[in-house]
Nanobody, 123 residues
Framework: QVQLVESGGGLVQAGGSLRLSCAAS????????MGWFRQAPGEEREFVSS????????DYADTVKGRFTISRDNAKNTVHLQMNSLKPEDTAVYYC????????????????WGQGTQVTVSS
């Protein structure tokens, strides 16, 4: 059982940066692969990034690769998503998620979810 709470969203101009954080609680956190997903109104939830439980491996959607960086600090039970060079199409609610297995791009593989944090990028 892992509980997740996202923070750090907000309104930013195109080209700006935001750093999202996900605070986790639960004894199994350190062995959970973590993922970031996002969902815009009327659209499906889409994969953004994931990281292995030790942080050795990472994965990024093509739309964010080179602009976003995922990281984790298991000592602090936190996962971060550094978002640079933001574009209006990045506007969405961002969710962090945890699963007991390997990294995955499928939302259906994740059992624990945060409440989401809104990211709005203006032109």
């Amino acid at each position: 059982q892992v509980q997740l709470v996202e923070s750090g969203g907000g309104l930013v101009q195109a080209g700006g940066s935001l750093r999202l954080s996900c605070a986790a609680s639960g004894l199994t956190f350190s062995r959970n692969a973590m993922g970031w997903f996002r969902q815009a109104p009327g659209e499906e939830r889409e994969f953004v990034s994931s990281i292995s439980w030790l942080g050795i491996s990472t994965d990024y959607a093509d739309t964010v690769k080179g602009r976003f960086t995922i990281s984790r600090d298991n000592a602090k039970n936190t996962v971060h998503l550094q978002m640079n060079s933001l574009k209006p199409e990045d506007t969405a609610v961002y969710y962090c998620a945890a699963r007991g297995g390997s990294m995955s791009r499928s939302q259906y593989d994740y059992a624990a979810w945060g409440q989401g944090t809104q990211v709005t990028v203006s032109s």
